[in-house]
């Protein structure tokens, strides 16, 4: 009965009829397991429905299905686990668990004959799990990317509009409920990252643990980059993206300039965007709340609804996700995945730095596409000078950037950024 929860409850007990004509039957809340009896509620529940053992749940023949809305790894996994043996199907929201514990979970299940459904999971309200595994199950996926975490699309959007810092921008962002106290699974990439893991299992066939997904916070954007972007026609926005190719899938999570006028780049705030592409259909936008109380809420009890239908048990056992050890995409090495760059660097402002570093690009075989460097502001003597590169492969760029940054008139790290294409 956390915020999701309370949702889930207030749509149960407040929209009763409405749920029971799509579902063809009465639905009735049973049971509320929580571990604080005492704290009052948000919403006016059915006497006695509240409990704090989850042996009233797990030893209540007439329960079916159960909403597990339990966050973290542990005890969240023993939970389903237990909820699963206990002959119940199971509605979850925690991604998390999915993205470390999937195979598990899934195999277990199917033991049991039971389903597990997980669309609120992944972009809260967007419906893109049931989109992606029946509506588009003509297709091959080619391709998906998308805006996947709220949080950090809040923060670059703050830092475009405000013109705030990024530690401003992430101080707002807690202060208005969306960042964590810890706001580390969502700033450096981990929460896209595990979303991205479910879609690829569903896109792809791919049971590829997320740790294996390339993944970049939004950290290391400054509001330079933010305004050096726009006045390339750009904005910055955290892309998880999968595509594949002849050499592989590619799998990635990272801040990256995305064109404006396109739908991508005018997702603002704390909303989520997914672009799919498939072969039949070409190119489908989805666009909503990635999160909330209540958008997240609709996903949960569109999938209890889908299962006391009998929707979701037929298309659990048909679909088979986490089923496949052998049968997953092998994933694209460096070498051959291709795209554009962004690059700004704090260098000495004399003649030659250019040429210099122009030279190391082209070792490596990456081609300038355009220049910016402004007319010094000041006396310093180091200036910010930012380069966009054609199509080059990731490998030689890394290479590039390792040799660029031990150059003497290179004085920061600086950024490199990839361009979304």
Request: aromatic share 4%.
């Amino acid at each position: 009965m956390g915020t999701v929860g309370t949702g889930v409850a207030r749509l149960l007990v407040e929209q009763q009829q409405r749920v029971a004509q799509r579902a063809g039957c009465r639905v009735e809340l049973a049971r509320v397991v929580v571990r604080d009896r005492t704290r009052p509620r948000e919403v006016l529940l059915p006497a006695g429905v509240v409990t704090d053992d989850l042996s009233a749940v797990t030893q209540d023949r007439e329960i079916r299905v159960v909403a597990h809305l339990v966050g973290g790894l542990e005890p969240a996994r023993s939970i389903m686990l237990r909820l699963l043996e206990a002959g119940k199907d199971v509605v979850t929201a925690n991604k998390a668990l999915l993205a470390e514990h999937g195979p598990e979970l899934f195999d277990r299940a199917r033991e049991l004959g039971r389903s597990i459904a997980f669309d609120a999971a992944v972009a809260g309200g967007i419906p893109i799990v049931t989109n992606i595994a029946q509506c588009l199950a003509a297709n091959q996926i080619l391709s998906l990317h998308g805006i996947l975490n709220g949080t950090s699309n809040f923060i670059l959007t703050q830092m475009e509009e405000q013109q705030t810092a990024y530690e401003e921008a992430l101080r707002e962002a807690q202060r208005r409920g969306y960042a964590e106290a810890d706001p580390s699974l969502d700033v450096n990439g981990t929460d896209a990252a595990q979303k991205l893991a479910i879609l690829a299992q569903l896109a792809f066939g791919a049971r590829v643990p997320w740790q294996q997904v390339a993944r970049e916070g939004i950290d290391q954007v400054t509001l330079a980059d933010i305004r050096f972007a726009h006045e390339l026609g750009y904005r910055i926005r955290l892309i998880a993206q999968g595509r594949l190719s002849a050499s592989g899938l590619e799998l990635r999570v990272a801040p990256m300039l995305v064109r404006m006028g396109g739908p991508m780049a005018d997702v603002r705030d704390a909303y989520n965007a997914i672009s799919v592409v498939g072969d039949a259909v070409g190119r489908i936008f989805y666009h909503g709340l990635g999160a909330g109380q209540m958008p997240t809420a609709s996903a949960v009890v569109a999938d209890m609804i889908d299962m006391v239908v009998g929707r979701m048990p037929i298309t659990f056992r048909t679909l088979k996700l986490w089923d496949q050890p052998d049968g997953a995409q092998a994933l694209c090495p460096p070498e051959h995945q291709y795209r554009r760059f962004y690059m700004r660097l704090d260098v000495v402002d004399r003649p030659g730095v250019l040429a210099e570093i122009a030279g190391v690009l082209g070792r490596h075989t990456i081609s300038i596409a355009s220049v910016i460097q402004h007319e010094q502001q000041g006396d310093g003597p180091v200036v910010p000078l930012v380069i966009m590169t054609h199509r080059a492969s990731e490998r030689n760029m890394e290479r590039a950037l390792v040799e660029i940054r031990r150059l003497a008139v290179v004085q920061s790290p600086g950024v490199c950024l990839r361009v979304l294409e």
